[in-house]
């Protein structure tokens, strides 16, 4: 018999006791989601909490899953406030989400081409860093949506339905969050976008 491809059907065996099938799930989003709770958060350590502690929640309530959505958009929403949960929680510590402008968290490295010349990718590696500055610079509403929608892949529904709001807020956010993005950026050094 072969393996389920579809998510929920990943999860219909899981229901069922099959770990290697909830193993399938963890290892199809694990990455997406750490990417994404990383530029949330700013700390791939703290990202990667947040990710396996998504993981834990949607085992414990594998149960009452129901395939209402997508399962992405539900696991992407979970993340989504446990993520918002450790901002608030960290501003309340008095201990700020800080986002490094180096390499040492594990960060992917940009791709290098072998025929990309050296002030090329001196230059990307700038432009890589502004982005990362600029994303800390958003508000987490403004950031979500904007990580979700161009580093994702999500579409204005799917959005919609993680932040819970009307795809038309979804729309106007993402507006405001490149135009504040464009604008972080000149004022970091970056020319107009």
């Known amino acids: ?55 834990v929640r949607v085992y414990r309530y594998l ?48 791709i290098e081409d072998e025929h990309l010349r050296p002030d090329r990718a001196v230059r990307l590696k700038e432009i890589d860093e502004m982005i990362e500055a600029g994303l800390a610079l958003l508000s987490p509403k403004h950031r979500e949506v904007l990580i979700l929608r161009e580093l994702q892949g999500m579409d204005y529904s799917s959005i919609a339905e993680v932040v819970k709001c009307r795809k038309g807020t979804v729309k106007s956010r993402i507006a405001r969050a490149r135009e504040q993005l464009r604008l972080h950026m000149e004022r970091l050094g970056g020319e107009s976008l």
């Open 1 to 55: 018999m072969s393996k389920p491809t579809d998510d929920w059907d990943l999860i219909a065996q899981a229901k069922l006791g099959d770990m290697d099938a909830f193993a399938e799930l963890v290892a199809r989003y694990q990455r997406p989601v750490i990417h994404f709770c990383q530029r949330m958060v700013g700390s791939r350590q703290d990202a990667e909490d947040i990710a396996q502690d998504s993981f």
């Open 63 to 110: 149960d009452r899953l129901e395939p209402a959505a997508k399962f992405s958009t539900l696991l992407f929403g979970i993340a989504r406030n446990l993520a918002l949960n450790f901002i608030r929680d960290s501003g309340r510590r008095g201990r700020t989400v800080t986002h490094s402008l180096t390499n040492d968290d594990q960060r992917e490295q940009l």
